[in-house]
């Protein structure tokens, strides 16, 4: 599967934040690192300001005190495997995606439920 993603032309006149909300889930490892690679191109570095890629979308078993929120973590999973051959994935797994896009540095900050919010700074 080819994402239309990796063809889109970021602007890059210097934009201080990116979000991706439910966006990355639906896309393998290679295809993410591609989208985040062009969003990077287009942010302020955070040495002129401080731009940052934000993120929300699951980190499984980020929630360790619901556990009904891990078992929906699971099926979203298996559901992004069977839809799209996308997945939700675990820090260690957005870490790896991050550092081969490039950026330096994150931050993770779960909410209630499903989603965490994921900051990415280059």
């Not at 970021?10 to 990116?18: A, H, K, L, R, V």
């Not at 979308?57 to 360790?64: A, E, I, P, Y």
């Not at 973590?73 to 992004?80: A, N, R």
């Not at 790896?96 to 499903?114: A, C, M």
Request: aromatic residues 14%.
């Amino acid at each position: 599967m080819t994402s239309f993603y990796i063809f889109i032309s970021f602007p890059s006149n210097g934009f201080f934040e990116y979000h991706l909300q439910w966006i990355l889930h639906d896309w393998n490892d290679e295809e993410c690192v591609s989208i985040l690679k062009r969003c990077k191109e287009a942010i302020i570095s955070r040495e002129d300001g401080g731009g940052k890629v934000i993120i929300i979308d699951v980190v499984m078993g980020s929630n360790k005190c619901y556990e009904k929120s891990n078992t929906s973590q699971i099926y979203m999973d298996m559901l992004m495997m069977v839809m799209c051959n996308g997945a939700e994935r675990g820090e260690q797994e957005w870490e790896k995606i991050f550092i081969d896009s490039g950026f330096k540095d994150y931050k993770i900050t779960p909410t209630l439920g499903l989603r965490s919010v994921i900051e990415v700074y280059p």
